[in-house]
């Protein structure tokens, strides 16, 4: 099973940019998808994102569309870019690894530690 670490959250004013990286141990296999979900204090886990590993298909939560873009540059690393950020955007990101093209996060069986991101309005 392979490990996932997320990278890049850190502190950003509202309007700006961030790009969340997931790397995961070993190579993601083709039939994978890959979804990013956050979690605000005191809030449940939210979808954020997906990509069908194979296809490149994405999907988008409707807070985040036109704003975030999913990718993947390598055979085992995802990114989420995050552009016009908002407060609301506050939240721990996972990155997290399934076989279904879901949104909900018990169809994702492998999971990363989460990074922070903060936006400051």
């Known amino acids: 099973q392979a490990q996932l670490e997320e990278s890049g959250g850190g502190s950003a004013q509202a309007g700006d940019s961030l790009i969340l990286s997931c790397a995961a141990s070993s190579r993601i296999y083709s039939s994978s998808v890959m979804g990013w979900f956050r979690q605000a204090p005191g809030k449940e886990r939210e979808f954020v994102a997906l990509i069908r590993w194979n296809t490149g298909r994405t999907l988008y939560a409707d807070s985040v569309k036109g704003r975030f873009t999913i990718s993947k540059t390598s055979v085992n690393t995802v990114h989420l870019q995050m552009n016009a950020l908002k407060a609301e955007d506050t939240a721990v990101y996972y990155c997290?690894?399934?076989?279904?093209?879901?949104?909900?996060?018990?169809?994702?069986?492998?999971w990363g530690q989460g990074t922070q991101v903060t936006v400051a309005s």
């Open positions: 997290a690894r399934g076989s279904q093209y879901a949104t909900d996060a018990s169809s994702y069986f492998a």
